[in-house]
């Protein structure tokens, strides 16, 4: 599920402090970090990254293409610099035999594990820019959560 981590610290500690967020020590001043899990993957490979920042291109032109490889806790750590605060939506997959770019079958349906922010799992039709939207603000974490 995609989420800003320090909006879903959530569970509380006995004393009623909110859980400690593990990826917020990744968080750099004036930048936003993307923690992708992909625990299947923990032994390598890359996660890729788009971003959009308009409806009129989503999906057709990313104002922002990254890739970060998977830890050994089945995490990607992208960080991305000078992203001014606002609307973004975040397009991730599991980059799995290498070639830097989504897969697809004849049918046009993506081989290759894939997640959209806000958890959104279209069925029959492309997500839309208003459902993946997340508000960030530099020094925010934003953690999508693939599918196994």
Do not use: C
């Amino acid at each position: 599920m995609a989420a800003i981590a320090a909006a879903s610290a959530g569970s509380a500690l006995a004393d009623s402090a909110p859980a400690p967020d593990p990826f917020a020590k990744f968080a750099a001043d004036g930048s936003v970090v993307l923690a992708v899990q992909a625990p299947f993957a923990a032994q390598g490979g890359d996660v890729r990254l788009s971003v959009y920042d308009k409806p009129e291109t989503f999906l057709e032109m990313a104002a922002i293409k990254h890739h970060g490889p998977v830890n050994d806790d089945g995490v990607a750590l992208i960080t991305l610099n000078g992203l001014e605060a606002g609307e973004y939506a975040f397009v991730a997959y599991f980059d799995a035999n290498g070639d830097g770019k989504l897969n697809r079958s004849v049918l046009g349906v993506p081989t290759e594990p894939l997640i959209f922010s806000n958890d959104i799992k279209p069925k029959l039709r492309k997500p839309t820019f208003d459902e993946t939207k997340v508000d960030v603000a530099p020094g925010a974490v934003v953690v999508l959560t693939m599918p196994d």
